[in-house]
């Protein structure tokens, strides 16, 4: 698909090297590559997302859902342990589409509720032949109480979802005990923290990090909160679907 009108996304590799201690080899930048392609593509027939140019396509969309597992400026050790990943509200594939092309010994499962986004996703896997991901269509109240989901992951990523006691009522559930939730956030404020702390503790978990950071091009403060599963979550949660929103914990 690769043609001269297709802008090539810069590969940045001191970047990645300085800020994640890691960086892409060639196959997963061919991957990124074509993964920007399929967003301009799928962009004509669905609202996948308004970060288009190849700078802030990298900055915003690769680079923010990698820093995202990489708190301290590197990976987070579980994750080279063929972890169990779950991404809540994927929407166009972020973060979880970069973490499956940069984490291949892991699995990941993607969820969404809108089918359309679940079917260019699909696509997408095809032709990325990323064979460690998997979609799932479903709410995340719902999803919560699945058997075959439910205490079942490592890690549970979820960006730009509701508030943050959303967020851990969505994510708690599907981890194990042990495993890590991650709130990917613009600002984050001490207020917001403790806030957060009665809502997390209810649902079996506890704040590990408030990771703040600054995004390498264009300087924004940005925010990750690592929320740890200690014990298991009660039964009742996630509330049935649209409560956890109207009502949050």
Known sequence: MTNSTIPILPEMTEIWQETLNWQPNQQQQQQFQQLYELILLGNQQLNLTRITEPQEFWEKHLWDSLRGIAPQGKFIPSLSENAAIIDIGTGAG????????????????????????????????????????????????????????????????????????????????????????????????????????????????????????????????RHCIQLRKVVNTPPNFPRAIGIPTQNPL
């Open 94 to 221: 972020f973060p979880g589409l970069p973490v499956g092309i940069a984490i291949p010994n892991s699995t990941i499962t993607l969820v969404d509720s809108t089918r359309k986004k679940i079917n260019f996703i699909n696509e997408s896997l095809k032709e990325l032949t990323l064979i460690n991901a998997k979609t799932c269509i479903d709410r995340a109240e719902e999803i919560g109480h699945h058997p075959q989901h439910r205490k079942t992951y490592d890690i549970a990523l979820i960006r730009a979802v509701g508030n943050a006691a959303v967020c851990a009522e969505y994510t708690l559930p599907l981890l194990k005990t042990g495993g890590l939730a991650i709130i990917y956030r613009g600002n984050w404020t001490q207020e917001e923290t403790k806030s957060l702390q009665n809502p997390v503790n209810q649902l079996g978990g506890v704040i590990e990090l408030i990771d703040e950071f600054t995004t390498p091009l264009t300087q924004s403060i």
